[in-house]
C-alpha cells in the first residue's frame, strides 16, 4: 500500500495547529508535511529531486493563498508550469473568499478552492471531506 502524505502549506501558526488536530480528529494518521510559505514549497521540490531523486509526490497539496515570500497564487503558477509538478492537485485553502480571487486561482490551474471554516467543528468536516475526495474517491498518478 503507498505511504500517503500531504503537503501543507500555510504561514498562521495557529492555522497549522488546527488543521494538524482536525486532521488526526479525522483519524488521518498518515504523514502531514508542513511549510510556512510559498519558498519552502518549491525547496521541497528542490531538495527532494537533488542527487537525481525525484521528489516524493504528495496526494495533493493544500495552498494558503496569503503568505510571506511568495504568495500562493505565484506557487501555484510554478507548479502548474512544471512538467512534473502539475500533476499534483492543487487545492487552495485561504481566508479570501471572492469570486475574482477564485477565478483567478482557477485560470492558474487550482483543482479546487476552499475558503477556510469559521470554527473547528467546521473544520473537522472539511478535513473529512477532504480524506474522503482527495485519498478515498480519486485517483491521481503515481
Not at 508535511?33 to 510559498?38: I, K, L, R, S, T
Not at 477565478?103 to 474522503?132: D, M, Q
Amino acid at each position: 500500500m503507498e505511504e500517503i502524505f500531504i503537503l501543507i502549506a500555510e504561514d498562521d501558526a495557529d492555522d497549522r495547529f488546527l488543521l494538524k488536530a482536525a486532521f488526526e480528529e479525522n483519524g488521518f494518521t498518515d504523514k502531514l508535511h508542513f511549510v510556512e510559505n510559498g519558498v519552502e514549497v518549491l525547496e521541497y521540490f528542490n531538495a527532494q529531486s537533488q542527487g537525481g531523486n525525484e521528489a516524493k509526490m504528495p496526494r495533493f497539496i493544500l495552498l494558503d493563498l496569503n503568505m510571506p515570500k511568495k504568495d500562493g497564487r505565484e506557487v501555484l503558477k510554478e507548479l502548474k508550469q512544471n512538467d512534473v509538478l502539475k500533476k499534483i492537485p492543487v487545492i487552495i485553502f485561504s481566508t479570501t473568499n471572492n469570486e475574482h480571487e477564485m477565478r483567478r486561482c482557477y485560470e492558474l490551474g487550482a483543482n479546487s478552492y476552499i475558503t477556510k471554516p469559521n470554527s473547528f467543528e467546521n473544520l473537522i468536516k472539511t478535513v473529512a471531506a477532504f480524506r474522503s475526495y482527495w485519498i478515498h474517491t480519486t485517483n491521481t498518478p503515481g
